[in-house]
């Protein structure tokens, strides 16, 4: 009997951003607690900080189906309808890449003075903590580095296993039993480690039979950790 040959065909990533779909474990649990107490914020406002993909934009989702917020990147500010913005709960994403733009600060710090003089909360998401910014409007330097801060630090086994399952899902591929945990146990503890491995197993896994198993996992990470220092030679 002749069986067809898998063809590879990428399918499209879908990320799940539900709630059911945030893992708690004990190294993001406090900013997780800190975003569901959005109600005792001080001056109703707070900067969720964690590396690329830690779940900010995940969160950000969470907290904005729960409280009605909008969602607008940093660097689209510039062109947006502040005083309507401000008129509900806003969520502003990724500050931090957008510091130095002097159009976009000073649309940020209009933004935020609207929404604490509305009593609107204001989430706003970065990698680095506000100090880090290059922040060129003293005003609004000030006023983010006096804002409270949730961060989201690199995760520990448990929620490494969960993000690697969640990212597998996303792709709608399915390893074998024993992939996720040898990852663990073998890869670097980062959100970054964990997507570059994903979407390096995802692309070798296309046309096989079996798709990713542990001997396919393996050869990725030995790839994935040899490419910097190959770079470094």
Sequence with gaps: ????????????????LGRED?????????????????????NGKMILVGPAG????????????????????????PGADIPALARGPI????????????????????????????????????????RHWPLVVADLKSRMEGTQTATLPDPDDTLLAAVLAKLLADRQVVPTPDVIPYLVRHMSRSFAMARDLVDALDANAMGRPRGITRALARDVLARLEAAPKKRAE
């Design 91 to 130: 969520c502003v994403e990724d500050a931090d890449r957008s510091a130095g733009d002097r159009e976009t600060e000073e649309a940020l710090f209009h933004l935020h003075n609207l929404a604490l003089a509305e009593r609107q909360p204001l989430l706003v998401t970065a990698r680095s903590a506000p």
């Design 54 to 77: 830690a779940g900010k934009t995940h969160l950000a989702h969470v907290w904005a189906a729960e409280t009605g917020a909008a969602i607008v990147p940093a660097a689209d500010l």
């Design 1 to 16: 009997m002749i069986r067809p040959k898998q063809l590879p065909l990428p399918l499209p990533v879908r990320a799940a």
């Design 22 to 42: 945030y893992f708690v474990s004990r190294s993001n649990g406090l900013a997780v607690a800190l975003l569901d107490d959005w109600q005792s914020w001080p």
